[in-house]
């Protein structure tokens, strides 16, 4: 089982439709981020969460709503998306989030890729 | 505030060729770097990394060297195989707690 798995790898939806994007982590670590990959831009960091809760914000549409019940899991619910939000969202986690032995080494999912009609 | 710049992709060359990808970085205080890989439908992973100036990293036959004075942390290799086709990505970590990525370079091996 891989380290941190992403559902659905591909997700197709209109302009107003809701859905979810699931990230679950089976590393036991305490931080989790979601980041957007687009072509052509650097990766966009959108939320930070360490241990259940948000730290980090990164000035994201409210269209975006992420959720963490737990350590493990990570969601990010989708509604009245637009065309150009389509891109790959990557979920990481990492052991910690500050202070000794956060190494800074982030464990990425495989993403889940969004396509916005 | 912090950021990272690579050349610009693609890169196309040979099999056993050599690789360089250059990377610079503006940061405060003494950041960690790092180099991540991703391969075609996968998520980044860490491929190597450097914590303090003269650091190098290494793996998989890559490497890089911390270089402070030039702020630089160019990534190399001696020879390479269409495995390695990818996107490479230079990142740093400094005061704080959150990664800094560079946009990518796009790595194209033939045959």
């Known amino acids: 089982e891989t380290g941190v798995t992403q559902t659905p790898r591909h997700l197709v939806m209109g302009m107003t439709n809701k859905k979810s994007l699931k990230c679950e982590q089976h590393?036991?670590?305490?931080?989790m981020y979601w980041y957007k990959q687009s072509a052509k831009k650097p990766l966009e960091l959108m939320f930070v969460?360490?241990?259940?809760?948000?730290?980090e914000n990164n000035s994201v549409p409210s269209r975006f709503s992420p959720e963490c019940p737990n350590s493990s899991h990570l969601f990010l619910h989708l509604h009245t998306l637009q065309p150009e939000d389509s891109a790959l969202y990557l979920c990481?986690?990492?052991?910690?989030?500050?202070?000794?032995?956060?190494?800074?080494?982030?464990?990425f999912g495989e993403g889940s890729r969004l396509t916005v009609l | 505030g912090d950021s990272v710049t690579q050349m610009e992709g693609p890169v196309t060359l040979s099999e056993e060729a050599f690789l360089t990808i250059n990377c610079t970085y503006t940061a405060t205080g003494y950041p960690s770097l790092f180099w991540y890989v991703q391969y075609p439908g996968e998520g980044l992973q860490l491929l190597l990394k450097?914590?303090?100036?003269?650091d190098k990293g290494s793996n998989k036959g890559f490497e890089a060297t911390y270089r402070k004075e030039t702020t630089s942390f160019h990534l190399e290799k001696g020879s390479v195989q269409v495995s390695d086709s990818a996107v490479y990505f230079c990142a740093l970590k400094a005061a704080g707690n959150k990664l800094t990525f560079g946009g990518g370079t796009r790595v194209l091996v033939k045959p």
């Open positions: 969460y360490n241990f259940k809760e948000q730290t």
């Open positions: 450097a914590t303090k100036a003269d």
């Open positions: 990481a986690s990492s052991r910690f989030l500050s202070g000794g032995g956060n190494t800074g080494e982030l464990f």
């Open positions: 590393l036991g670590h305490n931080a």
